[in-house]
Nanobody
Framework: VPLQASGGGLVQAGGSLRLSCAAS????????TGWFRQAPGKERELVAF????????YYVDSVKGRFTISRDNAKNTVYLQMNSLKPEDTAIYYC?????????????????WGQGTQVTVSS
């Protein structure tokens, strides 16, 4: 499943960005979709995921209340709305899809990855 992430950029602390992950292929809705991020010198971490129907979501504690993941299966796109951004949110953000039937919290559970999009938050 080819994935294309976009929407990154440079923003001041407290600002907002919306990332998009566009997929090609009619099977996109059959995957759980997640957003990961990797900051310099740190391991890649799961930020959020959304189930196939969009009914259920997961967020890492550090972004709860600030980030919102959503999906539009008709457009084969998943979004990550990021509000109240902090300098510690600076990272390369990746979208990925999983065929897991449960809650895919680990990288190896995601089989297809998009290229990253850089998010930089200045203080």
């Amino acid at each position: 499943v080819p994935l294309q992430a976009s929407g990154g950029g440079l923003v001041q602390a407290g600002g907002s960005l919306r990332l998009s992950c566009a997929a090609s292929g009619r099977t996109f809705s059959s995957f759980i979709t997640g957003w990961f991020r990797q900051a310099p010198g740190k391991e890649r971490e799961l930020v959020a995921f959304i189930t196939r129907s969009g009914i259920s979501t997961y967020y890492v504690d550090s972004v709860k209340g600030r980030f919102t993941i959503s999906r539009d299966n008709a457009k084969n796109t998943v979004y990550l709305q990021m509000n109240s951004l902090k300098p510690e949110d600076t990272a390369i953000y990746y979208c990925a899809v999983s065929s897991s039937e449960w809650r895919p919290l680990r990288e190896h559970e995601y089989g297809y990855w998009g290229q990253g999009t850089q998010v930089t938050v200045s203080s």
